[in-house]
């Protein structure tokens, strides 16, 4: 540590003054919960929390990264045997193109074959120059909000979601609207009109299959909200389809049931890359859709304003990152892709699908069989289940002590839960934390109320481990009871 005797006190702004979502504190929480384990002799925690995918992820990014570098050592060679001159030095300068930034929004060919992604996914044709290549879903998010929003203006999101949502929110100093859901969080379009006419809303963000909650929108909700949104012409929209392709029921999108004349000059579109495509969350890319307009005899292209805010902010994607994105989109499309790419990536598809799946109807079975635990919704997609404790759960007093997981006593309870009653959600979470040995979320975290006890489960853990833990779970609340 430095001492210094200048009397100067950093002061931080006042935009940082927002508080920390409770899921990464419980995350900081977790770490030393496992070190009092380990200090004792247990086994790690079991973590039921965090939706990065524990699965294999998509060959085609090994593949893709071989030939990438099997062509610069190919041209590297070729330069070293060359004599000086302006052969060397042209190849030398085509190798450094490789290694240099990449347009703000993206290399062309990326761009392009999004566009053809799209045109898969959504059954239209985009230009390339509506597509963007970002940082993530969220980075994307964060842009498209900076760029068609001002300060304190409103924006609208089903309950419970994304907390990403909120924190962006703050930081631009936006408003955001929390429009209730059905009591089994599925979007309810009467309450989204009603909001619509009342709060001034600029942008509505609508995620699809929803994390937290695994809920996928039926044809009909789809259209009820569609028709909504005619009603309300001057609301940007914004299609969060980052789980897109992990849907286990009825896959249908918005653009499958709405006039794409009227929504394509209103609607941003995200897709995740790294998560759904790709199964490797730490690559951080998406891709976007932004619409066009005309002016004069001119086609402005909003994707060039959000080219300029990525510019000021993270400059550019990675040219190694969007060489991955390519190759896996060209293999998933198959456009011009060895076939030994194009059956890796179907291959692959098919067991991220499957696992997922019948991870999701393992576990969804699971619960229904617990005593003290019931479902809020059943998963539909996003690899997410929203769980909840039974009635009678929330209220219950805690005893000074009680018999853990592995059959040791958990001493002290109310001080390590931090309560002498079960009131909230995080109480049932901190509850769990010492006496099954499992973490979930809270849904207040995603902005549940507190009192309903509701929990997220990622199911991107082993089966064995999921179901472990529920059943863990089920019976510290068992436990419980049985000391009431």
């Known amino acids: 540590m430095i001492n210094t005797n200048n009397s100067f006190k950093l002061k931080l702004a006042d935009i940082t003054n927002f508080e920390v979502n409770q899921i990464r504190q419980l995350f900081a929480k977790t770490a030393v919960v496992n070190q009092m384990r380990k200090d004792a002799g247990k086994v790690p925690l079991s973590s039921l929390a965090i939706g990065a995918p524990t699965l294999p992820s998509n060959p085609v990014i090994d593949l893709t990264l071989q030939q990438y570098f099997k062509d610069r050592i190919n041209t590297r060679g070729t330069i070293d045997q060359m004599e000086e001159g302006l052969d060397k030095f042209q190849s030398m300068f085509a190798l450094s193109r490789e290694d240099t930034y990449t347009p703000a929004i993206g290399i ?143 896959k249908t999108l918005f653009f499958d049931v709405a006039n794409m004349e009227t929504f394509l000059s209103r609607t941003f579109v995200i897709v995740t890359f790294a998560k759904t495509l790709a199964g490797a969350p730490g690559l951080r890319g998406a891709i976007t859709y932004s619409p066009s307009y005309q002016q004069g005899d001119q086609t402005l292209y909003v994707a060039d304003t959000l080219s300029k805010l990525q510019l000021g902010s993270t400059l550019s994607v990675s040219n190694m990152v969007q060489k991955v994105m390519a190759g896996i989109i060209k293999a998933k499309l198959n456009i ?134 529920i059943q863990r779970m089920d019976a510290a609340l068992g436990r419980l009871k049985a000391r009431s």
């Open 108 to 250: 062309p060919e990326t761009r392009e074959l999004g566009a053809q992604l799209f045109n898969e996914y959504y059954h239209f044709e985009p230009s390339f120059r509506n597509m963007g290549i970002h940082y993530g879903s969220t980075h994307a998010l964060y842009h498209i909000l900076m760029a068609t929003l001002n300060p304190g203006e409103n924006i609208g999101v089903f309950t419970p979601y994304f907390p990403a949502y909120l924190t962006q929110a703050q930081l631009l100093h936006l408003n955001l609207i929390e429009i209730p859901s059905t009591d089994n969080c599925r979007p309810d379009a009467k309450a989204l009109d009603e909001y619509l006419e009342t709060h001034d809303i600029k942008l509505l963000i609508l995620n699809d299959p929803c994390n937290p909650t695994g809920v996928k929108y039926t044809r009909q909700e789809l259209l009820d909200i569609a028709a909504v949104l005619e009603k309300h012409q001057d609301v940007i929209l914004v299609l969060d389809d980052t789980y897109t392709d992990l849907v286990w029921t009825e």
């Open 336 to 469: 011009d892709s060895p076939p030994e790419h194009v059956k890796a990536n179907a291959d692959w598809e098919k067991l991220i699908f499957s696992t997922y799946q019948h991870t999701a109807e393992v576990v969804e079975a699971t619960v229904n069989d617990a005593e003290f635990l019931k479902l809020v919704v059943k998963p539909e997609g996003a690899f997410f289940c929203y769980i909840s404790v039974e009635d009678g759960i929330i209220g219950t007093s805690l005893p000074d002590s009680i018999e853990a997981e592995d059959g040791s006593l958990v001493e002290d309870l109310h001080n390590l839960v931090g309560t002498d009653v079960l009131a909230t959600d995080l109480d049932v979470v901190n509850f769990f934390l010492y006496t099954a040995g499992v973490v979930v979320v809270p849904g207040s975290g995603f902005m549940s109320k507190p009192e309903e006890g509701r929990m997220r489960v990622a199911l991107t853990n082993d089966l064995e481990t999921s179901v472990d833990a």
